[in-house]
């Protein structure tokens, strides 16, 4: 007799287990669901062998062979396209010119599959049913028959109002093969669905065989991981490969060893697979291993399965999880019941997985990360939600709805219930998706939200510098890659939000302890609609108006498609100027600019200014904080020499100064020091400018991004004052940026990101400051170092495995030198920490 193996589906209910391998492959005992099968088969007497493949058919075909080395003969049958499980079968008709089984296979049993071939013959039957009673029948199709076991109705996954019985199709049938002209040829149809249905209302003679036994459908990783627990408790028995050692209960495979066998516990039913290690004091229950894996000393394994190549750390906790292939399990890692975690993935060490989540194939998790959801689409799961102040990800992927909703929530759980916040978005789609869904969050922790909408963030913190808000947000996509969204966080004054109030934030946010209001305090949406109006009254006082008038200045402004269209150009235009408008329609379906398209877009506008001999020209960024100025001729400036010229340009005030982040060229400092102005040097991130800003001496703040404050006006970085006031300084000394530019003493000023892992930062920073001990060094942010020839500074960065240098000397080949020496000396102490 033939049995035809069902074994073409997709396995999708059971990822992340079956993404790279076929749902019958997947190991129970260390051994494939589907061998276990034909092990069933071959002891009733089956081994003539149809395996209906679709799904990763070539995995199948390389581990079965032609089946000689399992003791049957195996024929294989590829269906050209998904036909059901009744049109798979008859793509296999040639095969089947006798009395033949058809069996899943992703199921585990120990039917008597002769009893349901006896009873077959006895009934005379076209198709007989292997039936089981199942405590809970609402996934499974019910089948009732009468007392001479024939089937009368079927009921396909009823709900309770329709369950008249609790016997189930177990997806097991013995047909004659005259039942596959039932099926058209090259058609999709459903056993369950189509055939036996036709068959019951023609008054075929249809059977069900009720069979006592053990019977799972491993259909999802519950199914999986509960099927794997009857096999340790002995609920169910299979063919275990690994020989049992003198210790009850424990497997132990070929070169299989337990180090320290005095200190390792184990209790319940133990499989360690081929050349798999023990080490120290492991303590094991009810776990099954795969082959090649390590088990450190102190780790725990309770109820866990684990497959081929695992690595787990010293300290590491697993309880009830189910590890694939080749996945490390970082030191004092805990993963808690449910846990499913995908091939060739890393968790990082110290990291927390919260019961029931699966992390896909091929990703991280870093070090001490406490993760709350599935990780599906994203590569990392970050231990900190933040970076700096702001949060980010791949938009509807690693930011959704959902997931910004429970922010939202977070941080609202933070703040006072009943407190205002201000919320406001770019011009995107995305922004205006994941704001809406924040809003939710926010209002049932009971915070109310005035939504600003559609607008500019200088405009936004403008609000904040007054009073009646406790902090604002900000939707934007990202400059630098159009598919990620950021949410920028600021405070009741418009700085970027404090580490404290981040930590509070995430502390709430993966402990999901969110305050719920009472169903009736839920918080209130309101707007401002005039909220341009007190930012462009403001900006317009802070300027010489006649000034600037009576210079008429000519200006180019590429508005960037950004909301700084609706409040720019009309501030330019009361300011006197005369404005030629590029890309100045706000256009939601508009995305960033790359880098190539901001080149050509420069060149662009290059060379308008000089055709129509333009004052300046200007390219506003997507948010309004940051601009890129371009001279008279229609050359760019870079990042330095923007900074460089607003500081020769500024007028100097008593006891005024400028404030520059650590890694800025010290050059500028001289420069400004010969106009008067004293600089205070300060951590290159908002906040640190920003606060520094406040400061009543402060002339200008800036970053090393072209973003640029003016406290004057207000101490956040604002690309749209930045072009006002650097045409005020322009009239006031009527000078071009060209001709500015040409007095600047600028030195050579070089910089360059090293990769170094995040085990390795805290090393490098430390060996950096050992080796500058003798030398006058600075650590206002990282270590930099002043030398003979210039200084050189060595930062970690923040929020990447990457460490950053920079360095100044007179001359491009001092500085290329002093990169280069301290670059190889972080590359000798990487592999010195490497080699420990």
Not at 37 to 51: P, S, W, Y
């Amino acid at each position: 007799m033939k049995a035809v193996i069902m074994a073409g589906g997709f396995g999708t209910r059971l990822h992340p287990l079956s993404i790279n391998l076929p749902k019958p492959m997947v190991p129970i005992f260390n051994r494939p669901i589907m061998l276990h099968i034909v092990d069933l088969l071959k002891r009733h007497g089956i081994t003539e062998l149809i395996m209906l493949l679709y799904h990763q058919p070539e995995t199948i075909r390389h581990f079965f062979g032609d089946g000689s080395e399992f003791g049957v003969s195996i024929t294989y049958v590829t269906p050209l396209d998904d036909f059901g499980t009744a049109g798979a079968v008859r793509a296999a008709a040639k095969h089947l010119d006798e009395r033949f089984m058809i069996i899943s296979g992703d199921l585990l049993t120990d039917f008597d599959l002769s009893k349901a071939l006896n009873f077959h013959e006895q009934k005379q039957a076209q198709a007989t049913l292997a039936l089981t009673p199942v405590a809970d029948p609402l996934q499974f199709g019910v089948v009732i028959t009468d007392n001479e076991g024939r089937i009368t109705k079927f009921l396909e996954k009823p709900d309770w109002g329709e369950v008249f019985s609790d016997t189930i199709n177990t997806g097991i049938y013995i047909l004659e093969p005259e039942v596959l002209d039932l099926i058209p040829e090259g058609e999709n149809r459903d056993w369950s669905k189509d055939i036996f249905p036709t068959m019951l209302a023609n008054d075929a003679p249809l059977f069900g065989c009720t069979l006592q036994g053990y019977w799972a459908d491993i259909g999802h990783t519950d199914a999986y991981l509960a099927a794997s627990r009857d096999l340790c408790s002995g609920k169910f028995k299979v063919e275990i490969t690994e020989k049992a050692d003198k210790n009850k209960g424990l497997y132990l495979g070929e070169e299989a060893g337990v180090i320290d066998p005095q200190r390792a516990k184990f209790s319940g039913t133990v499989l360690i697979g081929d050349n798999s290690r023990i080490l120290g004091r492991a303590s094991l229950k009810n776990t099954v291993i795969g082959r090649n894996c390590v088990i450190e000393d102190d780790v725990e394994l309770n109820d866990c399965v684990l497959w081929d190549s695992v690595f787990v750390k010293a300290g590491a906790k697993l309880d009830g999880a189910i590890i694939g292939s080749s996945v490390k399990i970082g030191k004092g890692a805990t993963l808690k019941p449910g846990t499913v975690i995908g091939d060739h993935s890393t968790i990082g060490k110290h990291a927390q997985l919260n019961a029931n989540v699966k992390v896909w194939p091929n990703k991280i998790i870093e070090a001490d990360s406490i993760v709350t959801g599935n990780l599906i689409w994203g590569e990392v799961w970050r231990k900190s939600l933040f970076e700096g102040a702001l949060v980010k990800g791949l938009t509807n992927i690693e930011l959704t709805p959902e997931f910004v909703a429970k922010l939202g929530a977070a941080y609202g759980s933070t703040l006072p219930k009943g407190a205002y916040i201000l919320s406001g978005r770019d011009a995107f789609r995305a922004s205006r998706m994941l704001k809406r869904s924040f809003v939710g969050g926010l209002m049932s922790a009971g915070i109310n939200v005035r939504d600003v909408k559609r607008l500019p963030v200088p405009i936004l913190r403008y609000k904040l510098t007054t009073f009646g808000e406790v902090g604002g947000v900000h939707f934007r996509q990202s400059d630098h890659d159009a598919s990620v969204t950021e949410i920028v966080f600021f405070d009741e004054q418009g700085h970027e939000i404090s580490s404290n109030s981040t930590k509070a934030i995430e502390r709430i946010f993966f402990k999901e302890n969110f305050r719920r209001v009472h169903f009736s305090e839920p918080g209130t949406i309101s707007e401002l609609p005039n909220i341009s109006n007190y930012y462009c009254e403001g900006f317009l006082r802070a300027l010489d108006k006649d000034l600037i008038s009576a210079s008429r200045p000519r200006v180019v402004v590429d508005l960037n498609h950004s909301p700084a269209a609706d409040v720019l150009p009309g501030l330019l235009n009361k300011l006197g100027c005369e404005v030629i408008e590029l890309n100045s329609h706000v256009d939601e379906t508009q995305l960033p600019p790359s880098s190539e398209e901001i080149i050509a877009r420069l060149d662009q506008l290059g060379r308008i200014i000089v055709t129509l001999q333009a004052t300046a020209g200007f390219m506003i960024g997507p948010s309004g904080e940051r601009a890129i100025y371009l001279d008279d001729l229609g050359v760019p400036l870079s990042e330095v020499e923007t900074i460089a010229l607003f500081t020769i340009l500024e007028e100097p005030e008593k006891s005024g100064q400028i404030v520059l982040p650590i890694a800025a060229p010290e050059s500028i400092e001289r420069m400004a020091a010969e106009r008067g102005i004293a600089t205070e040097w300060t951590k290159g991130d908002g906040r640190s400018l920003g606060m520094a800003a406040q400061k009543n001496n402060t002339i200008m703040a800036a970053d090393m991004e072209r973003r640029l404050s003016f406290p004057r006006f207000q101490p956040h970085f604002d690309g749209m004052f930045s072009i006002a006031h650097l045409l005020e300084l322009l009239s006031r000394q009527k000078r071009s940026i060209s001709s500015a530019c040409s007095r600047l003493k600028l030195d050579s000023y070089l910089s360059l990101q090293l990769p170094c892992s995040w085990e390795q930062k805290g090393g490098v920073m430390r060996l950096m400051n050992e080796a500058a001990a003798d030398l006058q060094t600075t650590f206002i942010d990282g270590v930099k170092v002043n030398l003979e020839q210039g200084w050189v500074l060595v930062v970690p960065d923040p929020y990447r495995p990457l460490v950053h240098l920079r360095a100044e000397a007179k001359t491009r080949q001092q500085a290329e030198a002093l990169l280069n020496e301290y670059r190889i000396k972080v590359e000798t102490w990487q592999k010195e920490l490497q080699n420990k």
